[in-house]
């Protein structure tokens, strides 16, 4: 039995500990679906997924930046100390840490092996299709009596045994055709030919679209326009799914045009989750272009798809200049990507303007934009401190060796206290561009002595 208690920050043991009841603590800040399922997974048995016996051919560990205190935090764990069920390696899972989780210096602490993935990890939102399908496989697997044969990823819904649990993207009962989204996205099921076309979407809307190229072709894109607010993890995105396994978030992107542009397979699938003033825009094809099949469309047509249109200010932003990361102006693949017969480009991606003026004087309550290539990019400016010592959100006032400063926090910023967080952090003046908070503390508990799974961790 799990029993919830308002203790001390966020923490859960790892599985099962004892006979009878164990706690889970939900602290103050700690009260988000996303932390609750966090902690929730640890006592269903979850370690961190970077943790994974599996990890180093998804993410290196930064331990240069890492607190020395905290190094045991990203102990990998051995291969017959885990059972996943099949489910792989999901960046986008709700146990997973954020870039900075730990960090000593500011520095990040987990770098993604695929870089497209750096804005994916460390999500505290909800859980992932691929979380609740390895607890539905460890603890209802034998709910139905049928078989049904779920495509893409999508297994049988222990909660409805005639159809299948689909991952965003699809739908139906056996997760094959395109899931659709809100009803203004437009068509989801989209065929790629050997001619250029665009889907785009506006607005706090989620839209979902699968393209399809010919069997033996793979899906060419090229993210063309973005506008999103600028947060790690990404809260709102375009995530594409350019991997064969559709089970897995795919990555998502809000600070950073894609580095790749082919699909893994003859299939790609777009998640757009917008708020108001976001939008993308992206170009796709078959590759190679001089693909052949008996039954290969030919067709020029243009087809774009356009949802709700823009209704506010183009760009919010949460990010800082100190945080943007520069973007390659060469196109990169993944070592996966084996056959292409024609070189992508990135031609719009790399060319920034100058920034312009900064909307405020002090404590991060302003925004300054540049235009780079066909999108803009926003981000907080003038981040000293306002006089008598206020900051904007995300920005909070904290104090090192008697000098004030507006410090954005990271997973574990054991100077920020939990009330420093909820008061005095809130301006007067306060008009900046607001996050979620989740992961607001990160610390470890002792390992408990004459148990391999007796191992508390905070969040
Ligand atoms: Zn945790």
Redesign the pocket.
């Known amino acids: 039995m799990i029993k919830f208690r308002k203790l001390e920050l966020c923490w859960?043991y790892i599985g099962k500990i004892g006979y009878s009841s164990q706690q889970v603590s939900i602290g103050v800040g700690c009260t988000s679906l996303g932390t609750v399922t966090?902690?929730i997974g640890?006592a269903l048995g979850f370690y961190?997924e970077q943790a994974r016996y599996d990890r180093d051919s998804y993410v290196s560990i930064l331990t240069q930046n890492i607190q020395s205190t905290y190094l045991s935090q990203f102990t990998k764990q051995s291969f017959s100390s885990m059972v996943d069920y099949g489910v792989g390696y999901d960046y986008g899972s709700v146990?997973h840490y954020d870039q900075t989780a730990f960090t000593s210096n500011g520095g990040n602490t987990i770098a993604t092996i695929d870089p497209n993935y750096q804005a994916t990890i460390g999500q505290r939102v909800a859980p992932s299709f691929a979380d609740v399908k390895r607890i539905n496989l460890a603890y209802c697997n034998s709910t139905c009596s049928n078989t049904l044969d779920c495509q893409n990823g999508g297994y049988i819904n222990p909660n409805d045994c005639n159809n299948c649990k689909c991952p965003p993207g699809f739908g139906g009962q056996l997760c094959n055709i395109a899931g659709g989204g809100d009803a203004s996205c437009g068509t989801a099921d989209l065929t790629a030919t050997n001619t250029i076309q665009t889907v785009s979407a506006s607005g706090a809307v989620n839209c979902q679209y699968v393209i399809t190229a010919p069997v033996g072709a793979k899906v060419y894109f090229q993210m063309t326009a973005a506008t999103f607010s600028r947060s790690v993890p990404c809260t709102n995105y375009l995530e594409i799914k350019y991997d064969s396994d559709f089970t897995r978030v795919g990555a998502r992107f809000c600070t950073s045009y894609p580095t790749i542009s082919l699909s893994e397979t003859n299939r790609l699938v777009l998640i757009y989750q917008g708020v108001s003033g976001a939008r993308f825009s992206l170009n796709y094809r078959y590759d190679p272009q001089d693909f052949t099949t008996s039954t290969s469309s030919t067709s020029t047509t243009t087809t774009t798809t356009t949802a709700a249109p823009v209704t506010s200010a183009p760009t919010t932003s949460t990010a800082r200049p100190t945080t943007t990361t520069a973007r390659t102006t060469t196109t990169t693949r993944r070592t996966t990507v084996t056959s292409t017969t024609q070189a992508p480009t990135t031609t719009t991606s790399s060319v920034c303007g100058s920034w312009g003026g900064c909307s405020a004087q002090c404590g991060g309550c302003g925004t300054q934009t540049r235009k780079c290539g066909t999108y803009f990019e926003t981000v907080y400016c003038n981040t000293n401190p306002c006089v008598g010592g206020y900051c904007c959100r995300p920005f909070f006032y904290v104090t090192q060796n008697g000098n004030g400063y507006c410090k954005r926090p990271q997973a574990d910023d054991s100077e920020i206290r939990n009330e420093d967080r909820f008061e005095k952090a809130i301006h007067p003046n306060n008009d900046a561009p607001s996050v979620i908070w989740e992961n607001i503390k990160?610390h470890p508990k002792s390992r408990i002595n004459g148990s391999n799974k007796g191992f508390a961790?905070?969040?």
């Open positions: 859960s966090h902690e640890h961190h146990m990160d961790i905070n969040n």
